[in-house]
């Protein structure tokens, strides 16, 4: 059995291209945030300003004022999270299928701001629900994500963003699997120096999560026959 930890926006869900509409709907189609390699950031709470500040580092197009007035727009939007569409379709009932065939633990995380209509939690635990999830365990956080799987005593972690997962690797024993939307020629070379590998899918994350299922089983196998072999069982 393991205890998994699984991001949503990046991860599962297409916030980007969500986000993308609504900026188009305020300033024009000739507005571009996906420019970078990597994709939006949600905004965390703090300062005013700090929101649009956050964003433009990964927009074109637009000034932090505008990325200001584009998230207060979003927070306006009734049930917005529960509007994105899957990155991979499937994915999430595929996910739902190995964590029922294998047991496992899951708990989705996310960063999202609030908005109008349901709370960011309850939007996302119907967004699962509808794309085939049922009854997702979902915690709406800030803060350090490795401390978060020291504290569940978690095995996986599975994220799009290179600085959740170098958390994880330095706060607890889970094993982080990056979820690489970007091009594969430029993965940051941090990553793969501080031991992270890499997955340009979804799907594979799903893989590498059966590959860690297979070899635990393996394991604890040997382990009971070494026990046995010794007579201590």
């Not at 007035?69 to 917005?80: G, K």
């Not at 803060?143 to 706060?171: I, M, P, Q, Y």
Request: aromatic content about 6%; glycine content about 10%.
């Amino acid at each position: 059995m393991l205890r998994i930890a699984c991001d949503l926006d990046g991860t599962v869900a297409d916030m980007d291209s969500a986000v993308q509409r609504e900026a188009m709907r305020l300033f024009g189609r000739e507005v571009e945030l996906r420019g970078g390699d990597a994709g939006l950031e949600v905004p965390t709470k703090g300062e005013e300003g700090q929101q649009g500040d956050a964003l433009l580092t990964r927009a074109k197009g637009l000034t932090g004022r505008q990325m200001q007035r584009l998230w207060n727009h979003i927070s306006q939007i009734e049930n917005f999270w529960s509007s994105l569409p899957e990155i991979e379709p499937g994915s999430v009932a595929r996910f739902a299928a190995l964590t029922s065939l294998h047991r496992w633990e899951v708990i989705f995380l996310t960063q999202r701001p609030a908005t109008a209509g349901d709370t960011s939690q309850l939007q996302s635990q119907k967004w699962l629900q509808a794309h085939g999830f049922a009854l997702p365990a979902v915690y709406v956080m800030n803060g350090s994500r490795g401390k978060l799987a020291s504290a569940f005593g978690l095995h996986a972690v599975l994220d799009d963003r290179t600085d959740n997962c170098l958390d994880v690797v330095a706060e607890s024993k889970a094993k982080p699997i990056l979820i690489w939307r970007g091009a594969p020629e430029v993965v940051p070379p941090g990553a793969t120096r501080l031991g992270l590998t890499p997955v340009f899918s979804f799907a594979a994350a799903l893989v590498r999560l059966e590959e860690m299922m297979t070899a635990k089983t393996k394991r604890r196998n040997l382990a009971g026959r070494a026990r046995k072999a010794i007579g201590l069982s």
